[in-house]
């Protein structure tokens, strides 16, 4: 059966999605912006004749209609960096800042991680943790061209991450981009399509609630954590938000994600998730031209200093 | 405790010591020189280093972090490569070269858009009117309107040979 069957019922047009989902992909590259300006890249690819177009709601990124993102001199340079437009939005809503103590849960190989510590400016510390060591040298090598001095690689099953490898116990944010069934990449990669199976959703949704878990445990109070997949399957996404909502003390709250999504489901297969997954946002192919995604934003339960502050106060929200 | 005196652990990071004075593992680099190296091979001040850690881990490999760590640190790795110690000629790394090189203002090659591209791909060319001194020097050549370093070189005898390592090397076209 081709899965993307499956997911009919839940888009609006079923024969625009599954169109979309048989076109391929343009390349893409994302401005290292602690090395180089979009203006500056874009000078570079004209001097060289490398042809590219802007996408429209993001200025560091640049599509490549002739492919082959790693054959120029801003690429060797460390400027730029191949990552599908939809890759880099999990990022956008963690939002990380210049100080920060940042974890990636499945950090390799490494398109976030780079562009989280690019966003941080290359201050703070992100630790980019995998349990695939072999992946893992491919983000070391990613974190190295391009020139990123605030990353500490750990090899853990994110599941039962330990801190105790690390100067502090808590992070301010997580990401978990997580293992997952990726339909969402058929574009790219149209063998996922054929390798899918029903049992492996159910197999990986299980370890996509440990490490969601974890990673919201390893966060502090008030601090946010970004759960995202390329894959449509509810089991996957909602159930996994769902369920960690019902185990871990957070939230999920909207993170504004500058394409065009839809919000995520509540009901799927006899199943019924908590109202609130419907902030979570999906991205289909064929509403902004992309991969496919599924992204959410929690903020983790409990007192920050912030919210102890008004909650002190007692009546203010009369 | 042991009677041992403190070695080189290759597996785990250990900071570098403030000076040669409080160094205790044998052989190991200290903050200081590496300071000083950088700022005598490459006249990069140190104060472009503050804030920055450096680590040892493996035989003489130094690295540089910019963050939060335990010491020592038994992790996959902590921020970049930056150094090769313990040997006679210490060496930069390329992508150290690449990440730090637009602060140097000596030991620095400027490369016309051939060389660049020979530089590039691993090749070894004959330079003969470099007048400066031997040794690794940061290779860098024009783009978009300014410098900006490719890698680490070393000049002998007339040639300078691109230490790019090979998976960073690439067939690029040149840009005039
Ligand atoms: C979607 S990929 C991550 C892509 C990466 N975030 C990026 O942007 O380049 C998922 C990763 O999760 C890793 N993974 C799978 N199970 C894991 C576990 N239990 N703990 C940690 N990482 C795991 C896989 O090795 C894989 O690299």
Redesign the pocket.
């Known amino acids: 059966m081709n899965p993307l069957e499956r997911y009919e019922p839940l888009v609006d047009d079923a024969a625009a999605f599954r169109a979309a989902c048989d076109r391929p992909l343009p390349s893409v590259v994302r401005v290292n912006q602690m090395a180089a300006s979009p203006a500056r890249v874009r000078e570079a690819f004209d001097e060289e004749g490398v042809a590219h177009e802007p996408v429209g709601w993001h200025d560091g990124l640049f599509r490549l209609p002739d492919g082959n993102p790693g054959g120029n001199w801003p690429y060797v340079h460390g400027w730029t960096h191949g ?1 599908e437009e939809v ?1 880099v939005l ?1 990022g956008l809503a963690l939002d990380p800042q210049p100080g920060e103590r940042v974890w ?12 989280i510590a690019d966003a941080m400016d290359d201050e703070g510390t992100v630790v980019a ?4 060591l072999g ?2 040298s491919a ?1 070391r090598h ?1 974190a190295e061209r391009l020139g990123i001095t605030n990353a500490i690689v750990t090899n ?4 039962n ?1 330990s801190t105790k490898p690390l100067a502090f116990d808590e992070f301010d944010r997580a ?1 978990v ?4 069934s ?1 339909e969402g990449t058929c574009r790219k990669n149209p063998d996922v399509v054929d390798q899918w199976t029903l049992d492996h959703v159910h197999a ?1 949704a299980g ?1 996509q609630k ?2 969601l878990a974890r990673a919201v445990q390893a966060t502090r109070p008030g601090g946010t954590v970004v759960y ?3 894959t449509f399957a509810p089991e996957e996404n909602e159930a996994v938000l769902d369920h960690v909502l019902g185990e871990e003390a957070c939230e999920i709250v909207d993170s504004d994600l500058p394409v065009d999504t839809v919000p995520g489901v509540t009901e799927w297969d006899g199943e019924t998730y908590d109202e609130s997954v419907t902030r979570a946002q999906r991205v289909y192919p064929h509403h902004n031209d992309t991969g496919g995604f599924f992204c959410a934003k929690l903020r983790v339960g409990g007192e920050d200093e912030e919210s102890a502050g008004e909650a002190g106060d007692g009546e203010v929200a009369a | 405790m042991t009677d041992d005196a403190p070695t080189n652990d290759g597996q785990r990071f250990d900071r570098l010591p403030e000076t040669p004075d409080d160094r205790e593992v044998e052989g190991r680099a200290s903050r200081r020189e590496v300071l000083d190296w950088f700022e005598e091979r490459f006249g990069i001040e140190p104060d472009v280093f503050e804030g920055y850690s450096f680590w040892e881990k493996g035989a003489g490999k130094v690295w540089i972090f910019n963050g939060e760590a335990t010491d020592p640190s038994e992790v996959e790795a902590i921020g970049m490569t930056l150094l090769r110690t313990r040997q006679e000629h210490w060496k930069p790394t390329s992508r150290a070269a690449t990440r730090f090189g637009h602060r140097a203002t000596t030991g620095v090659i400027e490369l016309n858009p051939e060389q660049a591209s020979r530089f590039v791909a691993g090749e070894d060319q004959a330079l003969p009117a470099w007048d400066g001194d031997w040794g690794y020097l940061i290779a860098t050549h024009e783009v978009a309107g300014e410098r900006a370093p490719i890698g680490a070189g070393l000049y002998l005898y007339d040639e300078l040979r691109s230490v790019v390592p090979k998976g960073s090397r690439a067939d690029l076209p040149v840009v005039e």
């Open positions: 990552q890759s999990p990636d849960a499945c950090a390799a190989p490494g398109s976030k991680t780079t562009q943790n995998d349990n695939n992946r893992l983000l990613n853990q099953d994110a599941r991450f990401l981009d997580a293992p997952c990726c990986v370890i440990g490490i995202s997949t390329c």
